[in-house]
């Protein structure tokens, strides 16, 4: 991985996890988190700021675009994560988006898995998910613990090759 972004917002008790995402080298992006419904916006516009910058940037060498959502709204207008990941699809770029089965956006689902993968994180939620403690009066639930990823089970796309040739990861 040459470059790795993450955005949201800062409520106080999730800083241990921005905390380590960059100390990982992920540049992080924290927006105040809104008050209003719909006040993440602010967070999906910073993110779908940096994709078009990194699609202008590397426009001589692309890679794979990973995306981590399942918004794929706005495509009809021509904005947001759907059809952002489209451009730099056209500028050569891989594609991979990584959702939950469930609330991942229908057409955006299907059109990564014809031009690249759609990876259902649902496959792999006793390595990604994690409990947070109870609220008081409310019933603990059991103790889950860590499960590592493998990744090797999942086809990459080698660069410069059509999204249908794969090869195992390296």
């Known amino acids: 991985m040459q470059h790795a972004i993450a955005v949201g917002s800062i409520p106080p008790e999730m800083r241990q996890v921005w905390n380590r995402r960059e100390n990982e080298g992920v540049t992080v992006g924290l927006l105040e988190r809104g008050q209003v ?42 904005v947001g994560f759907h059809a952002d990941l489209e451009r730099m699809h056209g500028k050569g770029w891989h594609i991979e988006v990584l959702s939950w089965r469930h609330s991942c956006n229908r057409r955006m689902r299907e059109w990564a898995e014809g031009v690249g993968r759609f990876i259902a994180l649902d496959d792999y939620y006793e390595s990604i998910t994690f409990l947070e403690d109870p609220l008081p009066g409310r019933p603990v639930a059991d103790p889950r613990y860590a499960v590592p990823i493998d990744l090797e089970r999942e086809p990459r796309v080698a660069r410069g090759e059509s999204p249908s040739a794969t090869v195992p990861n390296q």
Request: charged share 15%.
């Open 37 to 78: 419904q719909g006040g993440e916006q602010g967070v999906d516009q910073l993110l779908q700021t940096q994709m078009l910058r990194d699609t202008i940037d590397y426009n001589g060498a692309p890679g794979i675009a990973v995306l981590l959502t399942g918004d794929g709204s706005g495509f009809a207008d021509g």
